[in-house]
């Protein structure tokens, strides 16, 4: 999801090395992960309203084992925690404390993910304290990565460090298996970026990937996707331009789509043919 070639281009380059989708989503999500530039993820993140940095990552393979992890501080790189969850505990999320205790013992390193840039971002938002979600804040949001490995098996990762000044203690859809990520080898995969509540809503990307069994194609499950934000968003008298939802999707074929509420998402694909950027069809034209 959004301009993150850098991020593709590691996963590519992984699975060129080890043959492995599961490999290659983690080492994609590790570039934004540790970019300070990056302000929706990992290191530099926008702290929550209280001046916490905290993260959500979740990943999946092609067995359907996943693992993740909520409101975790001080860990840079959150999507390898989710997957030492999923790789070495009985469970699929840890969150807060218990998260970074795990983390902790599995060797991760604790450390200060509140940069100068978004302190000082932080201390002006708090002059006036409006909690006013933005769409397309900068030109990233939540970094998602959907891959296909060397076996053909496909598989999932999704890593954010929430909206701008959140509450504290709030958690969106990037997390959330069916929500924010989901994968099924035999049909597909999908995840989402934008406003988590609305994906949380509708289960988004486990209904991308239900779709596709249905015989819709990537293109067509993202669109149907949307949609079904946008009747519910209008059903429940909102504001639809202050509400921006993406997803992307990607076969056991290799094909992908992709579609968003307004314009301004893109999104990186890195295959044999090379590393390119594509702006998402959207709904509100």
């Given at each position: ?26 080492a ?66 840890l ?106 809503r ?22 149907e ?11 429940r008298?909102?504001?639809l ?5 993406g997803?992307?999707a ?36």
């Amino acid at each position: 999801t959004w301009k993150n070639e850098k991020g593709t281009q590691a996963g590519y380059q992984k699975i060129m090395e080890t043959g492995k989708a599961l490999d290659g989503v983690e080492a994609g999500a590790w570039v934004p992960e540790a970019d300070p530039n990056e302000t929706t993820v990992g290191y530099g993140g926008y702290p929550d309203r209280d001046g916490h940095v905290t993260l959500d990552a979740c990943i999946m393979d092609h067995l359907g084992n996943a693992g993740s992890v909520t409101f975790l501080e001080h860990i840079m790189h959150p999507i390898s925690v989710a997957r030492a969850v999923m790789e070495k505990t009985p469970h699929v999320m840890l969150s807060g404390a218990g998260a970074l205790e795990f983390a902790l013992s599995q060797g991760f390193k604790k450390q200060d993910l509140l940069t100068e840039k978004s302190k000082k971002a932080w201390l002006e938002w708090k002059k006036q304290a409006k909690y006013e979600p933005k769409v397309n804040i900068e030109r990233h949001d939540t970094i998602g990565l959907l891959e296909l490995g060397k076996a053909g098996e496909i598989a999932g990762a999704c890593s954010t460090s929430g909206m701008a000044f959140k509450m504290h203690g709030r958690v969106g859809d990037s997390p959330i298996i069916g929500a924010g990520l989901y994968v099924d080898n035999e049909i597909g995969a999908a995840t989402a970026t934008g406003h988590g509540e609305e994906v949380i809503r509708i289960a988004g990307c486990h209904l991308v990937v239900e779709l596709m069994r249905q015989g819709k194609s990537p293109q067509q499950a993202c669109e149907e996707a949307v949609m079904r934000i946008v009747k519910l968003t209008q059903n429940r008298n909102k504001n639809l331009k202050d509400i921006q939802v993406g997803f992307i999707a990607l076969d056991k074929q290799g094909n992908y789509g992709a579609y968003c509420i307004q314009g301004g998402f893109n999104y990186a694909v890195n295959d044999n043919s090379g590393n390119k950027l594509i702006d998402s069809d959207y709904f509100l034209k």
